[in-house]
């Protein structure tokens, strides 16, 4: 082994670790929505280009992480639309095998999104308790594709219907993506996002402390709310070897 003019072993070659936060309504897929309105089309571009950053990373796996799901989802396993009316299944990686495992939609959506960009190499299917040991079982550059929306109370036609609470708190995640702070996403309040019907807490809550103590390059990419329900996008990267 060589080590520097200090007598010290070298420094671990840097490891990317790199984040794509997007929301995962079904109507991302065109086949769910149908004809396209501009704000399915701005999601859906923001999307594209936060899966297209993590990508340009180099990562030699992909960690697909939503709500929804326990354990692990690969090769073999798949989704389908056929809960939002539209009969169409999505393998999560690969071709479909018999007595694979169900994608949750979180999942299906997130397989689509890597389908779209191009991505043909490893990628893993976890729940948000499972992310830590995912990542851990996987070398060198890793990129993660974090799925959830936020409140879907934050207008009366909204899901949930309105809720005052619902627009701050969405408010309080965008600024913790556009800042990097994986601190801030660790602390959210999981009861308040469940009682807010956020959705992706549990997400960004794991990819926060999957990320802490790491300093992070952040790019909010989309903070809207168009359909009463919070869509955050952004992107992350860090360093994996860094303490």
Same mark, same amino acid.
């Given at each position: 082994?060589?080590?520097?003019?200090?007598?010290?072993?070298?420094?671990?070659?840097?490891?990317?670790?790199?984040?794509?936060?997007?929301?995962?309504?079904?109507?991302?897929?065109?086949?769910?929505?149908?004809?396209?309105?501009?704000?399915?089309?701005?999601?859906?571009?923001?999307?594209?280009?936060?899966?297209?950053?993590?990508?340009?990373?180099?990562?030699?796996?992909?960690?697909?992480?939503?709500?929804?799901?326990?354990?692990?989802?690969?090769?073999?396993?798949?989704?389908?639309?056929?809960?939002?009316?539209?009969?169409?299944?999505?393998?999560?990686?690969?071709?479909?095998?018999?007595?694979?495992?169900?994608?949750?939609?979180?999942?299906?959506?997130?397989?689509?999104?890597?389908?779209?960009?191009?991505?043909?190499?490893?990628?893993?299917?976890?729940?948000?308790?499972?992310?830590?040991?995912?990542?851990?079982?996987?070398?060198?550059?890793?990129?993660?594709?974090?799925?959830?929306?936020?409140?879907?109370?934050?207008?009366?036609?909204?899901?949930?219907?309105?809720?005052?609470?619902?627009? @701050?708190?969405?408010? =309080? *995640?965008?600024? /913790? +993506? $556009?800042?990097?702070?994986?601190?801030?996403?660790?602390? #959210? !309040?999981? &009861?308040?996002?469940?009682?807010?019907?956020?959705?992706?807490? @549990?997400?960004?809550? =794991? *990819?926060?402390? /999957? +990320? $802490?103590?790491?300093?992070?390059?952040?790019?909010?990419? #989309? !903070?809207? &709310?168009?359909?009463?329900?919070?869509?955050?996008?952004?992107?992350?990267?860090?360093?994996?070897?860094?303490?």
């Amino acid at each position: 082994m060589t080590t520097d003019q200090a007598g010290s072993s070298p420094a671990a070659p840097s490891a990317p670790l790199s984040v794509a936060f997007c929301p995962c309504p079904p109507l991302l897929l065109p086949a769910v929505e149908g004809r396209a309105t501009p704000e399915t089309t701005a999601l859906r571009r923001a999307c594209a280009e936060a899966v297209e950053a993590l990508l340009a990373t180099g990562p030699e796996a992909v960690v697909v992480v939503g709500p929804g799901g326990t354990g692990r989802y690969g090769p073999g396993d798949a989704g389908d639309l056929r809960g939002v009316g539209v009969d169409l299944e999505v393998p999560f990686a690969g071709g479909v095998r018999p007595g694979g495992r169900r994608t949750p939609l979180a999942l299906t959506v997130g397989a689509w999104l890597l389908d779209e960009a191009g991505w043909s190499g490893l990628r893993l299917g976890v729940g948000p308790g499972d992310l830590d040991e995912a990542l851990a079982g996987l070398p060198g550059g890793v990129g993660v594709l974090a799925l959830g929306d936020g409140s879907a109370r934050r207008s009366v036609k909204a899901p949930g219907y309105l809720d005052d609470a619902a627009e @701050p708190f969405d408010a =309080a *995640v965008a600024a /913790a +993506l $556009a800042a990097g702070d994986a601190a801030g996403l660790a602390a #959210l !309040d999981a &009861a308040e996002g469940e009682r807010l019907l956020a959705a992706g807490v @549990p997400v960004w809550r =794991a *990819v926060g402390r /999957a +990320l $802490a103590g790491r300093p992070v390059v952040a790019e909010l990419r #989309l !903070d809207e &709310a168009p359909f009463g329900v919070g869509y955050l996008v952004a992107s992350w990267s860090a360093d994996r070897t860094a303490p």
